[in-house]
């Protein structure tokens, strides 16, 4: 069973490196996600269809596995040598395969026996792949030749022996089932035409060839080789459009992105380099080994590497979450018995008690005055809750501005609306015999400081004429009462000396009690 372990790799942009919107894309991707397989991975194949599962060629078997998956869901073992080339149908149902022994070996995905084997070929089978028809089946082998198959027949349809080494790579068109093109160590590219029964092309790559590739429109053909990536106009007879030279040993693979078709290629350098639409580099993925085989998924969600240690590198995209709010619903909170567990514990007589100090939670005006922000204290005191429900806290706010001296600091610099807030509350509670003293010098020191701008505001004008108002009443109320004070301090002047008198009179003995005792 195949072991997996993830390892973070990660690049860094270069100093002075223009960050580009290809380059957003493509750093997109999670850590790599490491799988040890049995062998060197040769070949790695998404299916065309959804899921996109891949199948990896190593050692002597091929492994499919779930985009996400990190075990293997599907095995084929059923060869005696080294299996190379494993590839899907379009349909995603078959998987064909080549060997070292010679035999080329057609699965059904959903079963472990191979339908067919495909005899004809004398040495290793290196490539294998369907025709767009998917009936026949390409194959190129280091005999030199390519071979076509009937996958109903298994039977050889027809054999090409126009190289001269081994053959490396054949990948089929996709718009015409009767075309296809090879790769091979003779430095030649070459097009094959089934009707005509030999090739119709050949272009010259100038180094053994790893891996051929056509763009989606197939105007295009991509060949690496040695240290080149070459491109090449088949609409112009092969014409030779650019040769890149970015890698630092052998690039062995290649292919092609569905967002933009942005090329991809791998190296024996242990590097993965991206290009843009102008084939300049826009990133680059780094491996710990030499990489062989190199795939991502039809729709960009995986990148899948192959290395001659035997390990299989994949990266997934990342996703932001989409955390939807919570519009019109209360959040539930924590459910009832989490506040009455342990409140009922009676604790047994050998337990030690340990007591947990209670942790004083600040209020928002305390935390403010003890940051010093004098202003926004008495804002948060002045809030409609506290200042209705609980007027002692916002005095209690003011008393202790007043013992440090920023009182006046606070009130300053206070728009129409605070103002009002203030002056409502003195109208309310200025009257109160417990916040009286306070607020009368919280009254004095508004007049002294909004003296000048008072009749630019009605509103403050108006709520100060009710304090005023208010006061004077208050003043008269006070003169009356010490007015009743004065006429009571009389009577208890005039009703104290009769009181004393009274006291101290010694009263009368009977002498009657004592002659009826005698």
């Avoid at 060197?40 to 996109?52: E, L, M, N």
């Avoid at 299996?83 to 899907?88: E, M, V, W």
């Avoid at 004077?472 to 010490?482: D, F, P, S, T």
Wanted: proline share 4%; aromatic share 8%; with cysteine.
């Amino acid at each position: 069973m195949a072991s997996f372990r993830t390892t973070k790799i990660q690049t860094c942009p270069k100093l002075g490196e223009k960050v580009t919107e290809d380059t957003l894309y493509w750093k997109n991707y999670k850590a790599a996600v490491q799988i040890k397989e049995f062998g060197a991975v040769t070949k790695i194949d998404f299916s065309p269809i959804s899921p996109h599962n891949y199948a990896v060629t190593a050692s002597t078997r091929i492994q499919v596995y779930g985009p996400y998956s990190q075990e293997p869901i599907r095995s084929f073992t059923r060869f005696r040598d080294t299996a190379y080339g494993g590839s899907f149908r379009g349909d995603g149902k078959l998987l064909v395969a080549g060997s070292e022994e010679g035999l080329i070996r057609l699965f059904d995905v959903s079963g472990r026996v191979a339908l067919r084997q495909f005899k004809g070929h004398t040495k290793a089978v290196r490539t294998t792949s369907f025709l767009s028809d998917g009936f026949r089946v390409v194959s190129g082998s280091d005999d030199l030749s390519c071979r076509l198959w009937d996958v109903a027949s298994a039977a050889e349809l027809n054999s090409f022996i126009e190289h001269t080494d081994y053959i490396r790579t054949v990948v089929p068109s996709k718009l015409n089932p009767e075309l296809f093109v090879t790769g091979s160590y003779d430095h030649t590219v070459k097009v094959f035409d089934v009707r005509s029964g030999g090739s119709v092309m050949t272009m010259q790559h100038g180094h053994p060839v790893e891996c051929v590739l056509l763009y989606p429109s197939e105007a295009l053909l991509v060949s690496t080789g040695g240290r080149y990536v070459k491109i090449w106009d088949l609409l112009k007879g092969g014409q030779q459009l650019v040769s890149l030279k970015n890698h630092h040993k052998t690039v062995t693979c290649a292919c092609l992105s569905s967002t933009h078709n942005r090329l991809l290629t791998g190296s024996l350098d242990r590097h993965v380099k991206v290009y843009n639409s102008s084939y300049k580099v826009v990133h680059n993925f780094d491996s710990a080994a030499s990489i062989l085989s190199l795939a991502v998924a039809p729709d960009d969600e995986v990148i899948a590497v192959g290395m001659t240690n035997g390990v299989l590198s994949v990266r997934h995209r990342k996703h932001k979450e989409n955390k939807e709010p919570m519009i019109g619903r209360r959040r539930r909170g924590p459910a009832y018995r989490v506040f009455v567990k342990g409140k009922n514990f009676t604790p047994k007589q050998d337990d030690f008690l340990v007591s947990k100090p209670v942790k004083q939670h600040l209020q928002k005006y305390d935390k403010l005055l003890k940051s010093f922000q004098v202003s926004k204290a008495l804002d948060t005191a002045l809030q409609t809750w506290t200042r209705s429900s609980k007027p002692d806290v916002l005095v209690a706010v003011i008393m202790e501005l007043s013992r440090r001296g920023t009182l006046k600091n606070a009130l300053a610099g206070r728009d129409e609306e605070s103002l009002t807030k203030i002056i409502n509350f003195l109208l309310k509670h200025i009257t109160d015999p417990r916040f009286s003293r306070q607020l009368l010098a919280v009254g004095d020191m508004l007049l002294d400081l909004y003296q000048q701008v008072i009749p630019q505001s009605p509103v403050v004008e108006r709520l100060l004429q009710r304090l005023m108002e208010l006061l004077g009443r208050e003043a008269e109320l006070q003169q009356e009462l010490l007015q009743v004070l004065g006429i009571l301090d009389t009577l208890f002047a005039s009703l104290t000396p009769k009181t004393e008198v009274l006291s101290l009179a010694v009263p009368p003995v009977s002498k009657e009690p004592q002659l009826h005792a005698t």
